[in-house]
């Protein structure tokens, strides 16, 4: 459902989704243009191609919805399965709603596909099968870590490739008994952005009232871009650029500053990939530097700050209707949350 508020525009009740969760939680009210995620619970998955992030407009439109995978009765020793699109082997033992994988055996070859959700498929098809001696040649392109082309690779062993962003480390790769490669270990490589905010992490150790407005620009700026990716080193080390402002208790921080440190805020979400957020507690350690500039600008309390259209950590929103109650007050309420936590 949705309606209208004269300070807001639409505002829209965020659905709620059997098999899964939605992020801002069901029946929060939320802005026209907020983005809004699914998480699909473990058996349970979006349609094929189907994006995890969805606007407020097109959710009301057409909301996403959570289908039960089907299950892959595990084939016996003799058959194999393949990704459809990349040819590396597919392990998991389930396989999301119209999704399609291969299978291969000595005499045959084919395709199966999840057309009901729910269904068990049985690939238990193979009367002889093919002698597995290695790991065939495939091709990984991380959105965060680069382009890979992995070689054949032998049984129970590992190959390695220089990292795309910084080719003096290496990726590695581990080729299992059965055939089929392992995870990618991209622990040593970086992302396309690594160096960039590395460098303004230097700089903002020393930064002082004079240079805090263009260094905080410099991470605005750098997390900005959609088109690159951020690894959990980035996020953590945007937080600590983050913190570096405002744990100074000599600096006082302009408004200029709380602006450009509100907009990585959104950025990190929109820029960053669940699994990469999840890792090493980096989204844990972002929160509590993204809480630091909800309580410097409660201190503050009297510059204007626009509103992130994402789901960010905090809004800001001073002398404005009340989103609730449409009473005029200064407010500071966190993004998809209805409480205000700061009000006159």
């Known amino acids: 459902s949705s309606g209208i508020n004269a300070e807001y525009g639409e505002v829209c009740v965020v659905k709620g989704e ?8 069901s029946q929060t009210r939320v802005t026209a243009g907020t983005r809004i995620r699914t998480f699909c619970l473990y058996g349970y998955s979006l349609e094929y191609e189907e994006m995890s992030e969805q606007t407020c407009d097109s959710l009301n439109r057409a909301p996403q919805l959570c289908y039960e995978a089907c ?20 392990e998991k033992n389930y396989l999301r709603y119209r999704d399609t994988i291969k299978y291969r055996c000595k005499d045959e070859t084919g395709h199966v596909t999840c057309g009901a959700a729910g269904d068990n498929i049985v690939l238990s098809r193979c009367e002889e099968g093919v002698n597995i001696t290695d790991c065939s040649r495939f091709t990984e392109d991380s959105t965060v870590y680069g382009k ?9 062993a590992y190959t390695k490739l220089p990292c795309f962003y910084n080719n003096e480390s290496y990726a590695r790769k581990f080729c299992s008994e059965t055939g089929s490669f392992k995870e ?18 230097e700089e903002a150790k020393v930064v002082t009232k004079d240079t805090q407005d263009s260094i905080s620009d410099k991470i605005k700026d750098t997390t900005a871009n959609s088109g ?11 937080a600590q650029i983050i913190d570096d402002f405002l744990d100074d208790p000599k600096l006082e921080i302009s ?14 979400q929109t820029n960053t990939e669940v699994e990469e957020l999840r890792k090493d ?8 530097s993204a809480v630091k500039i909800v309580g410097e600008i409660a201190d503050q309390g009297t510059a204007t700050f626009k ?6 950590f905090a809004v800001a929103v001073v002398s404005a209707d009340d989103p609730i109650t449409s009473e005029k007050k200064n407010v500071l309420v966190l993004a998809g949350d209805t409480n205000v936590i700061k009000g006159s």
């Open 281 to 288: 507690g980096s989204s844990d350690l972002f929160r509590e």
């Open 18 to 25: 059997y098999g899964g969760r939605r992020s801002p939680k």
């Open 228 to 238: 690159q990716l951020m690894s959990s080193a980035d996020v953590q080390n945007t």
């Open 184 to 201: 990618t270990d991209f622990s040593m490589c970086s992302s396309a952005v690594a160096n960039e905010i590395e460098d303004i992490l």
């Open 71 to 90: 299950k892959i009765v595990p084939p016996n020793t003799k058959t194999y399965l393949f990704h459809n699109d990349t040819g590396g082997t597919y």
């Open 148 to 156: 890979y082309t992995w070689p054949k690779t032998t049984l129970s």
């Open 307 to 312: 509103a992130l259209n994402s789901v960010g």
């Open 255 to 268: 408004n200029t500053t709380l602006n450009n440190l509100m907009t990585p805020v959104d950025n990190v």
